[in-house]
């Protein structure tokens, strides 16, 4: 149990256009999403924090104009890149939370975005 | 100050050794702390969790010295399939559950 997929696993595309990232908890309802993100022989810092049906919470210096993040329902978040730059190239790692005051996340496999 | 930090390492030690990893964290308030597991290119699994007792699972050792606000790690009996990047975590404030990593420290086991 406990299995979240994270869809596409790799995108390749040009500076400018904007990438969506999807991520789904397969089989169970999910309180709370988290968007991570990772550069290369960094940690997993987080960009925002998402709860179904309201607006999500972004850490500081996200931008969130940049990084839309919609939380439709309670399976489904999904993170848009937009006018997206080389910059912007890096690894998107989502989790979801069970319920509030319960600790464990459970993490997608990750999107992998180049941007050219 | 980073609130979590790691020897990068890597880490190389022969099958069969036994290997220790620490890790620091800034504020004294945090109070649920994991080790996760990462493998290249891939997403961090939990480990396990520490508490201050102290706990064990198999050849894995984790502790907490909440005075001194470090974390611990000890793998007993290498095999090749422990090579992999290891997270300290913590749970910051701010509701949420928000995890707050390390940057992780490689370990690579060799035959």
């Known amino acids: 149990g406990a299995v979240v997929s994270q869809h596409p696993s790799r995108v390749i595309c040009k500076s400018g256009t904007s990438v969506k990232i999807e991520c789904r908890s397969l089989d169970f309802q999910a309180t709370t999403m988290f968007w991570y993100r990772q550069f290369p022989k960094q940690s997993l810092m987080l960009m925002a924090t998402s709860n179904e049906g309201s607006k999500a919470t972004y850490e500081q210096g996200v931008e969130k104009d940049k990084f839309l993040i919609n939380h439709a329902s309670l399976t489904l978040s999904t993170l848009t890149v937009t006018s997206a730059h080389p910059e912007d190239s890096s690894f998107y790692i989502c989790s979801a939370g069970v319920a509030v005051g319960y600790n464990e996340q459970f993490f997608g496999p990750g999107t992998r975005l180049t941007v050219l | 100050r980073k609130e979590v930090e790691q020897d990068p390492g890597p880490f190389n030690v022969p099958e069969g050794a036994t290997v220790a990893f620490n890790c620091t964290y800034s504020n004294s308030a945090s109070q649920s702390f994991f080790w996760y597991r990462q493998d290249c290119r891939k997403e961090p699994k939990l480990l396990m969790s520490?508490?201050?007792s102290g706990n064990e699972d198999g050849r894995f050792t984790a502790q907490l010295n909440r005075a001194s606000q470090y974390i611990s790690l000890l793998i007993r009996d290498s095999k090749l399939s422990d090579s992999a990047t290891y997270l300290c975590v913590v749970i910051g404030s701010g509701g949420y559950n928000k995890l707050i990593f390390g940057a992780g420290t490689r370990l690579a086991v060799h035959p």
């Open positions: 520490v508490y201050s």
